[in-house]
T-cell receptor
Framework: AQKVTQAQTEISVVEKEDVTLDCVYE???????LFWYKQPPSGELVFLIR??????QNEISGRYSWNFQKSTSSFNFTITASQVVDSAVYFC?????????????FGPGTSLSVIP | DTAVSQTPKYLVTQMGNDKSIKCEQN?????MYWYKQDSKKFLKIMFS???????INETVPNRFSPKSPDKAHLNLHINSLELGDSAVYFC????????????FGSGTRLTVV
């Protein structure tokens, strides 16, 4: 069965601290895609990153970095020097092939609060 | 220009009413989706259309009926609204069937009273 687990329901950090959001996925597919989305308090869902199953290179974008490890089925997200604007719910998602179409399932989300 | 636009943004209605939510995308994407986000923020897919053809129809009550007049539009009609239908409904689109990431609309907060 396909599944995405985000074990951390809520995290609070003080501004400028680093924080890592965990994501563990389950799939039997060899080809799949992983994503992170951000949902700030205003409610919209914002795409952050996409990673395919054949690309285990870590990625850095400004203060954001992602660590993809197939050996542990994890796709963790680190925010360096957190800021109040990072306060949001973050969703990890898995895209897999189901017969003739793709399907995306989302993890339950991690609510991050950055305290000034 | 908004890439994926949903209307209305807020919808408050009484139990038993019928309501529709509209969604339009101007990205030229082939695939559109409806997701429901419950009060615990859990996102669950309801429907997906690829070039006007229904490809995903999750276990959703028959009171929910999607309609896609063309590949740029995907509307959601809900009959006989119930209290449990209260949620935020998100429309999304993607250039392929999901592997390239979604662009989401801003959501419609439906409150049934």
């Amino acid at each position: 069965a396909q599944k995405v687990t985000q074990a951390q329901t809520e995290i609070s950090v003080v501004e400028k601290e680093d924080v890592t959001l965990d994501c563990v996925y389950e799939t039997r597919d060899t080809t799949y895609y992983l994503f992170w989305y951000k949902q700030p308090p205003s409610g919209e869902l914002v795409f952050l990153i996409r990673r395919n199953s054949f690309d285990e290179q870590n990625e850095i974008s400004g203060r954001y970095s992602w660590n993809f490890q197939k050996s542990t089925s994890s796709f963790n997200f680190t925010i360096t020097a957190s800021q109040v604007v990072d306060s949001a719910v973050y969703f990890c998602a898995l895209n897999y092939r189901k017969t003739s179409y793709d399907k995306v399932i989302f993890g339950p989300g991690t609510s991050l609060s950055v305290i000034p | 220009d908004t890439a994926v636009s949903q209307t209305p943004k807020y919808l408050v209605t009484q139990m038993g009413n019928d309501k529709s939510i509209k969604c339009e995308q101007n990205l030229g994407h082939d695939t559109m989706y409806w997701y429901k986000q419950d009060s615990k923020k859990f996102l669950k897919i309801m429907f997906s259309y690829n070039n006007k053809e229904l490809i995903i129809n999750e276990t959703v009550p028959n009171r929910f009926s999607p309609k896609s007049p063309d590949k740029a539009h995907l509307n959601l009609h809900i009959n006989s609204l119930e209290l449990g239908d209260s949620a935020v409904y998100f429309c999304a689109s993607s250039s392929r069937t999901g592997g390239y990431g979604y662009t989401f609309g801003s959501g419609t907060r439906l409150t049934v009273v």
